[in-house]
């Protein structure tokens, strides 16, 4: 059973930093590839970081310079480092892992940046 768990999220000042974690079982995020995305509310989700198996990256043009991604492949868990946050970066922050024949999403973990 495939299982990507997120955490770490909370309430923060802009400016400030939060990183994010996705756990998981079942998957190997150094075999399969690994997203997060984010959804604020009343918009739709959209992709703001990846991580392929290979180790390359990528980012959402809104993100770039902000945040990183990256793994621990011994934990088996990838994470989301956010810097200088923003207010528009408030959103549900979703784990998705891309297993061989259909992604696994985590339940989400809130982000809140305040003015």
């Given at each position: 059973?495939?299982?990507?768990?997120?955490?770490?999220?909370?309430?923060?000042?802009?400016g400030g930093?939060?990183?994010?974690?996705?756990?998981?079982?079942?998957?190997?995020?150094?075999?399969?590839?690994?997203?997060?995305?984010?959804?604020?509310?009343?918009?739709?989700?959209?992709?703001?970081?990846?991580?392929?198996?290979?180790?390359?990256?990528?980012?959402?043009?809104?993100?770039?310079?902000?945040?990183?991604?990256?793994?621990?492949?011994?934990?088996?868990?990838?994470?989301?480092?956010?810097?200088?946050?923003?207010?528009?970066?408030?959103?549900?922050?979703?784990?998705?892992?891309?297993?061989?024949?259909?992604?696994?999403?985590?339940?989400?973990?809130?982000?809140?940046?305040?003015?």
């Amino acid at each position: 059973q495939v299982q990507v768990v997120e955490s770490g999220g909370g309430l923060v000042q802009a400016g400030g930093s939060l990183r994010l974690s996705c756990a998981a079982s079942g998957i190997i995020v150094s075999i399969n590839g690994m997203d997060w995305y984010r959804q604020a509310p009343g918009k739709q989700r959209e992709l703001v970081a990846g991580i392929s198996s290979g180790g390359s990256t990528n980012y959402a043009d809104s993100v770039k310079g902000r945040f990183t991604i990256s793994r621990d492949n011994a934990k088996n868990t990838v994470y989301l480092q956010m810097n200088s946050l923003k207010p528009e970066d408030t959103a549900v922050y979703y784990c998705k892992g891309n297993g061989m024949w259909r992604a696994y999403w985590g339940q989400g973990t809130q982000v809140t940046v305040s003015s």
